[in-house]
């Protein structure tokens, strides 16, 4: 059973630039979760989903921001006109339900030059 | 904010020895759960322990529960240098849509 899989692990994006970040949850995980994380910081959360569903996006800023989690596929955080201030990792987690342990996937790494 | 704080923020030991670590919260729980995360990696999770519980063992590691104090500790025994890493407390809302981190404690064990 392979782990949560994200990809790229490494992103550069110039200033205006689209960031597209993929998540594969765990076989049987329809829970994923989006955390950002700056350096020396904590995980910050940002997005729950469930299957075709946002359940609560409250972390997300309300623009240039995206997430989706389709029927098929893996969940996509979806960042337009990155700013400096995107720059950090992106991890993203799956839980077989809500309240549970999360898996967390090896993070993406985006850097905005 | 619901968010943890784990104390101290960093902690500095000698192989061996034991390490504890903290975090408080401030609002009702249903679990907490504490994560590990080597540098540059992703989180591990460790131990997720429930708010009727007060005490939980995995392995050297051994997670308690204060719900009245809002707060848990983890302490880690014979400490090995492979344990050297940031350990996260993450704690839920009520509604377990979220789980907030806290800003976690760096742990170095010296060899």
């Known amino acids: 059973n392979a782990g949560v899989m994200q990809n790229p692990r490494h992103l550069v994006r110039r200033r205006g630039q689209e960031a597209r970040l993929r998540c594969s949850p765990m076989?049987?995980?329809?829970?994923v979760y989006w955390y950002r994380q700056l350096p020396e910081e904590g995980l910050k959360f940002m997005v729950y989903l469930q299957k075709e569903n946002i359940i609560d996006e409250s972390g997300m800023p309300k623009e240039r921001f995206s997430a989706e989690f389709p029927k098929e596929g893996p969940s996509i955080l979806r960042i337009q006109q990155v700013v400096r201030g995107d720059s950090a990792a992106y991890f993203c987690?799956?839980?077989?339900?809500?309240?549970?342990?999360?898996?967390f996937g090896p993070g993406t790494r985006l850097t905005v030059t | 904010s619901q968010q943890g704080e784990e104390d101290p923020q960093a902690l500095s030991i000698q192989e061996g020895e034991n390490a504890t670590m903290n975090c408080s919260y401030k609002t009702s729980i249903n679990n907490l759960q504490w994560y590990r995360q080597n540098s540059g990696r992703g989180l591990v999770h460790l131990i997720l322990i429930r708010s009727n519980e007060r005490e939980k063992h995995s392995g050297r590691l051994r997670v308690t529960l204060d719900t009245s104090k809002k707060s848990s500790s983890l302490l880690i025994t014979a400490s090995r240098a492979a344990d050297t890493a940031s350990y996260f407390c993450a704690t839920d809302a009520n509604t377990g849509n979220q789980f907030y981190f806290g800003t976690g404690t760096s742990l170095t064990v010296i060899p």
């Open positions: 076989k049987g995980h329809s829970h």
């Open positions: 987690a799956s839980s077989p339900a809500s309240n549970l342990e999360q898996y």
